[in-house]
């Protein structure tokens, strides 16, 4: 037990640590929904966004799951509405991740169903 709540004290503190030390740094804010803390991931993710420039989509997306999952359904669908704008101006869709897509149409179907 000890042991366990040590390497978690460590972990919580080495992200904290890279988050404080690599500002800068979008994925950095991003690993705060790890930790199981929806206040400080929401922060996060608008830090992300925001460093971003609204040009991240996949940022955008994650945070309107993460909403999503949180029962926070209006503001979901104003990031998801945030990210279908960002998206469709990527000219090189080819390149992305098939899982974005998949994510992105769960996403869709779960916000037309409720």
Same mark, same amino acid.
């Given at each position: ?21 690599y $500002? ?11 930790? #199981? ?28 799951? &993460?909403?999503?999952?949180? #029962?926070? /359904?209006e ?8 990210? &279908? ?5 990527? &000219?090189?869709?080819?390149? /992305? #991740? ?7 149409? $769960? $996403? ?7």
């Amino acid at each position: 037990m000890v042991i366990i709540c040590c390497v978690f004290i460590v972990s919580v503190y080495s992200i904290s640590l890279s988050i404080y030390l690599y $500002l800068l740094y979008l994925s950095t804010y991003i690993y705060l929904y790890r930790l #199981d803390d929806f206040d400080n991931s929401c922060a996060a993710y608008n830090k992300a966004i925001e460093l971003s420039q609204n040009d991240d989509f996949v940022c955008l997306l994650n945070y309107a799951i &993460t909403l999503y999952c949180n #029962d926070e /359904i209006e503001r979901c669908r104003e990031y998801y509405a945030r990210f &279908t704008v960002c998206f469709e101006n990527v &000219t090189e869709q080819h390149d /992305i #991740d098939p899982e974005v897509f998949e994510q992105a149409n $769960l $996403l869709k179907s779960a916000l037309t169903r409720g």
